[in-house]
């Protein structure tokens, strides 16, 4: 396909479980975003990857989460010993240019719900 | 530190009406960017329009105009003779001089609802 996809769609999980999420970006964008989107905090800013440099994982909101993104393409978001609060829409976004001055291009989301 | 409030969070307007979102800003950088994005229920946000700070001329895109006022740190969206299909949530966002590495600032999103 044409855009950024993301998968699953939808995950249910047991409070205590790791989970996976992944993203294909748009083939040939080198930057790729993960933001977290929930009712009460809107939309946060988890990571940043720009092409193979390792990220800044400043903004992660434990050390539960990890990210990585293989061969400057496919990333996976992972998050360890989920707990309910962690229930949220993550999204992950590409972009052909370095910086967050120009548009991002977005995924539809996994809708993450921890039981 | 930067901020964008959109204060309001649901707006509910009949086909055919005018509806301005509001969005205010915070920033110390000098140069910045700031955007509009369209989250229909689909749910992958839609990019709407990207401004920069020294560029203050208003725009306007068929039905959407958008003011920037920088003596009020606003940008202002409106849709001029709403429709249906303009409801979706929209959100306003910042981007400062830091980069790709500080991600976007969005505000939290206004629900627009148009009613036919």
């Known amino acids: 396909g044409a855009g950024v996809s993301q998968s699953p769609s939808n995950k249910v999980t047991e409070k205590g479980k790791d989970v996976e999420l992944r993203c294909d970006p748009i083939?040939?964008?080198?930057?790729l975003y993960w933001y977290r989107q929930s009712l009460g905090q809107g939309l946060e800013f988890l990571i940043y990857?720009?092409?193979?440099?390792?990220?800044?994982k400043s903004g992660l909101p434990s050390d539960r989460f990890s990210a990585e993104r293989t061969g400057g393409s496919v990333s996976t978001l992972t998050i360890q010993r989920t707990q309910q609060e962690d229930s949220a829409v993550y999204l992950c976004?590409?972009?052909?240019?370095?910086?967050?001055?120009?548009?991002?291009?977005f995924g539809s989301g996994t809708q993450l719900s921890v039981l | 530190a930067q901020k964008v409030t959109q204060a309001q969070t649901e707006i509910s307007v009949v086909e055919k009406e005018d509806v301005t979102l509001d969005c205010v800003y915070e920033?110390?950088?000098?140069?910045?960017?700031l955007f509009w994005y369209k989250q229909p229920p689909s749910g992958e946000l839609v990019f709407l329009i990207r401004?920069?700070?020294?560029?203050?001329q208003n725009e306007i895109s068929g039905r959407y105009s958008w003011n920037f006022q920088k003596s009020t740190s606003s940008f202002n969206f409106t849709i001029t003779a709403s429709q249906v299909v303009d409801s979706a949530v929209y959100f306003c966002?910042?981007?400062?001089?830091?980069?790709?590495?500080?991600?976007?600032?969005f505000g939290k999103g206004t629900h627009l609802i148009i009613q036919p």
């Open positions: 976004a590409s972009s052909p240019w370095a910086t967050t001055n120009e548009k991002l291009f």
């Open positions: 920033t110390r950088d000098t140069t910045y960017y």
């Open positions: 401004r920069n700070s020294f560029d203050e």
């Open positions: 990857f720009q092409g193979n440099s390792a990220p800044d």
């Open positions: 966002a910042l981007s400062g001089e830091g980069g790709g590495a500080d991600g976007l600032t």
């Open positions: 083939s040939g964008h080198t930057a």
